[in-house]
């Protein structure tokens, strides 16, 4: 019997077959026409003015950063459970992570303990809209205008996830996307960057190709800066354009199985779903999980073909970031008890229905 998994890549081959032919045939695979459309097609699902792809979700986060200023040893606040690529961005950018304690009920940056974080030093905060929720996104935002602080959005597991109808990634001076294969859309890896800033949207571009000016033209090339080669592919673009164009069925999708899951799991004092706001917007690209036993519970599903994921540990018990839990005690607590639900798009509801059916028995 297959195994149930947290997520599977939807492809649609006929579409995707098509527009790599159509890439293959123009014999120009590197970054060109197909990876402007996936860009437009981005800031148009998203309401944006600008999007930048890149390599990964990482290096958007890199880019961002120094696209908007960052410089050696600035302070960047940095939610303490997320996955630890957030950190190392900062730090790949010669920022200083400072790690901000989280909000059990939603996972989020904890608003307390992210007024105690504040210093002269604090120059950008990357709130990370875990799972697809960022309810907290304006206060963070009013907070750091108020100190003069830029916030950087990690919206890699938010691709389509709203608020009060406006999109994540799209508050803040840069939001980040990642497209790796557990994405609601992927493009094998991948990422992009989205701004309303026109300054930054210029840097970002001169700064994943080398700190080169275009159009491009070989020896003879204008050099304005330092750079890196960040540059994406017409082939991932291909994948890219053939998923963009059924986002709207991606989302209904994922919202049924959380409502599924919220609708049939008995939640008790040992077992309960992480909240979404769906009414307000939210995507759940996965469904989470908090679990007082969860290592047994992980057990007992794994051993009936179903495979969750366990959530990321803290980063502060994570190399290099570790130091003690002073200041952090809500993770502390979130230790060892979270992790997310199977919750792939092409989960059928035999597959729904069983995992719900497995977890009732665990607890009953
Ligand atoms: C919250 C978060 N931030 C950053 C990343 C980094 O994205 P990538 O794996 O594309 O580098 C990921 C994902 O995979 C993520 O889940």
């Known amino acids: 019997?297959?195994?149930?998994i947290l997520s599977n890549p939807?492809?649609?081959?006929?579409?995707?077959?098509?527009?790599?032919?159509?890439?293959?045939?123009s014999n120009f695979i590197n970054e060109g026409k197909q990876t402007k459309q996936f860009e437009n097609k981005i800031c148009k699902f998203l309401k944006i003015k600008y999007a930048v792809?890149?390599?990964?979700g990482t290096t958007a986060l890199f880019l961002a950063l120094k696209a908007a200023g960052i410089k050696e040893n600035d302070d960047v606040l940095v939610p303490n459970i997320t996955f630890p690529a957030t950190a190392n961005a900062i730090k790949m950018a010669g920022g200083n992570p400072v790690l901000v304690d989280v909000d059990p009920v939603n996972i989020l940056i904890n608003e307390n303990s992210l007024k105690k974080k504040i210093t002269k030093k604090t120059k950008f905060l990357i709130p990370v809209h875990v799972s697809g929720r960022g309810s907290n996104i304006k206060k963070i935002i009013k907070l750091c205008k108020k100190?003069?602080?830029?916030?950087?959005?990690?919206?890699?597991?938010?691709?389509?996830?709203?608020?009060?109808?406006?999109?994540?990634?799209?508050?803040?001076?840069?939001?980040?996307f990642s497209f790796a294969p557990n994405k609601i859309i992927t493009t094998g890896q991948g990422g992009a960057v989205v701004t309303n800033n026109k300054n930054i949207y210029k840097k970002l571009k001169i700064l994943k190709d080398q700190g080169r000016v275009g159009p491009t033209t070989g020896g003879e090339d204008k050099y304005?800066?330092?750079?890196?080669?960040?540059?994406?592919?017409?082939?991932?673009?291909?994948?890219?354009?053939?998923?963009?164009?059924?986002?709207?069925?991606?989302?209904?999708?994922?919202?049924q199985i959380h409502n599924y899951y919220l609708k049939n799991i008995n939640q008790?004092?040992?077992?309960?779903?992480?909240?979404?706001?769906?009414?307000?917007?939210?995507?759940?690209?996965?469904t989470d999980v908090w679990c007082a036993n969860r290592d047994k519970l992980y057990k007992f599903l794994k051993g009936r073909n179903v495979v969750c994921r366990y959530y990321w540990k803290p980063l502060n018990v994570t190399y290099p970031y570790l130091k003690s839990f002073s200041g952090l005690k809500e993770s502390k607590k979130l230790q060892k008890k979270l992790m997310w639900l199977p919750s792939s798009l092409n989960m059928s509801i035999a597959d729904q229905k069983k995992v719900c059916n497995l977890i009732n028995s665990f607890y009953s």
């Open 268 to 286: 008790n004092k040992y077992f309960k779903i992480i909240k979404f706001e769906i009414k307000n917007g939210e995507t759940p690209l996965w």
């Open 147 to 176: 100190n003069s602080i830029k916030v950087i959005e990690d919206a890699a597991e938010a691709f389509g996830s709203k608020i009060n109808n406006k999109n994540l990634g799209s508050f803040g001076i840069a939001g980040c």
């Open 224 to 255: 304005v800066s330092n750079g890196y080669n960040f540059k994406f592919t017409n082939l991932q673009a291909s994948l890219g354009l053939s998923q963009i164009k059924n986002i709207e069925w991606r989302k209904k999708k994922l919202n």
């Open 53 to 56: 792809t890149t390599t990964s």
């Open 10 to 25: 939807i492809i649609d081959l006929k579409e995707t077959k098509k527009n790599l032919n159509s890439v293959l045939n």
């Open 1 to 4: 019997m297959s195994e149930i």
